[in-house]
């Protein structure tokens, strides 16, 4: 792409020239100082240092329209305008009425390069030297109608692209930061889903391989099963990572509560569980942060409390916000190494997919041994399955 957009930086030698030539075209207003030189019967020395005044005044005026909005103090761009002024009256004053047409450069360039609370001083100021100037040369006066009403528009105009390539860079810059947020969602969407699938897969698979070496010598046909429910194991884990990799793996709860059984069985933990959930009528979100929630309890139950029994409760309650979902799970081991108060990174994981359903999360020690519980908003009241 040749073209440089608003409040975009030219990258390459090809966008500086596009964007030089934009502005050059504005250039053309500089006629009747160029006619003046060349035909207003100037002595030859006038004519040189008028051609040199023209070109500094031009060289001038770029440099001031390329650095806008590069963060330079308003002090250096106020004494750039004064020098630029300053060489508009001497020339003018040497040369004639003509280049009077010098004050509307200076005028776009004040509306360019300094903020509206400044410009709408220095715009109003220029169009007023040039009035003065106008009424104290000869035959000024004819030059005040055609320049005055373009160096008030034209600055006022520039203060207004100022705004918009201002507006621009801000809109550029907020959208790479909505851009960066995003990845970092996403980023911890995966590292969510990727604990929770993993965690719970591999802590079954080791419970599996430990049963399956200890049936081997005396139990070969029982340890080909466990082997086989490890590859069934395995191969499950593999999808639900693809799935969750690309974003389309939504847990359910009638999954969870099957995988549960199967986990606390293989690790020798009694699991009284509720019947089969009928979640009609419950945000597919909030079923999945409770199924989300069942994976992580049960795998905190099979890998750390060393509990021996572990009950899985799913009731609708009536709190003063409304119905709500609640799953419990208590077991009577000792909840795990770490303290209760100190949350790893799947409970910490766990409570931010709850919070974003609008639910929450309790966890910490009971009177039987450790006890987790979920709650989402329940909608529409549901026969949602009852307690063992």
């Known amino acids: ?78 004494g750039s305008l004064a020098v630029l002024a300053a060489q508009s009256t001497v020339l003018a004053l040497t040369l004639g009425r003509e280049w009077l047409v010098l004050f509307v450069y200076v005028s776009i360039a004040s509306g360019a390069a300094l903020p509206l609370r400044l410009a709408r001083w220095t715009i109003p100021g220029a169009s007023a030297l040039l009035t003065v100037l106008a ?19 034209g600055g006022f105009a520039m203060t207004g692209v100022r705004e918009l390539i201002r507006t621009t860079i801000a809109l550029r810059e907020a959208r790479a930061t909505v851009a960066q947020l995003a990845a970092n969602e996403e980023r911890l969407r995966l590292a969510r ?19 399956a070496g200890r049936m081997l010598p005396a139990h070969p046909d029982k340890a080909a099963q466990q082997v086989a429910d490890i590859e069934q194991v395995s191969r499950q884990a593999l999808v639900d990572v693809r799935e969750a990799v690309t974003g389309y793996r939504r847990a359910r709860l009638a999954a969870e509560l099957a995988g549960a059984k199967v986990a606390l069985t293989a690790a020798g933990v009694v699991a009284e569980l509720p019947g089969e959930p009928d979640p009609t009528g419950l945000a597919e979100e909030s079923e999945a ?34 119905a709500v979902l609640e799953l419990s799970v208590e077991d009577n081991g000792s909840g795990g190494p770490a303290p209760a108060n100190t949350p790893g990174n799947g409970l910490t994981g766990l409570a931010e997919r709850l919070e974003k359903v609008g639910g929450a999360l309790e966890a910490g020690g009971s009177r039987r041994g450790f006890r987790l519980v979920a709650r989402v908003p329940a909608g529409v009241a549901t026969d949602v399955g009852s307690g063992a």
């Open 135 to 153: 009424l104290v040369m000869p035959g000024g006066t004819s030059f005040i109608a055609p320049l005055l009403l373009p160096a008030l528009l």
């Open 289 to 322: 942060a409770l199924a989300w929630a069942l994976r992580e309890a049960v795998t905190n139950v099979v890998r750390h409390s060393g509990a021996r029994r572990c009950v899985v409760e799913l009731l609708e309650r009536q709190t003063l916000d409304g």
């Open 1 to 78: 792409m040749s073209g440089v957009g608003i409040g975009q930086r030219p990258e390459n030698r090809r966008q500086k020239a596009v964007k030089v030539m934009w502005t050059a075209i504005w250039l053309a207003y500089l006629g009747a100082p160029v006619n003046d030189l060349l035909h207003g019967g100037h002595a030859a020395g006038v004519q040189v240092l008028g051609w040199l005044g023209l070109v500094v005044f031009v060289v001038w005026y770029m440099l001031l329209l390329f650095r806008t909005g590069r963060g330079d103090r308003t002090e250096v761009v106020l």
């Open 193 to 211: 889903d990727l604990h929770d699938l993993l965690g719970h897969s591999l802590s079954l698979i080791t419970l599996k391989s430990e049963l």
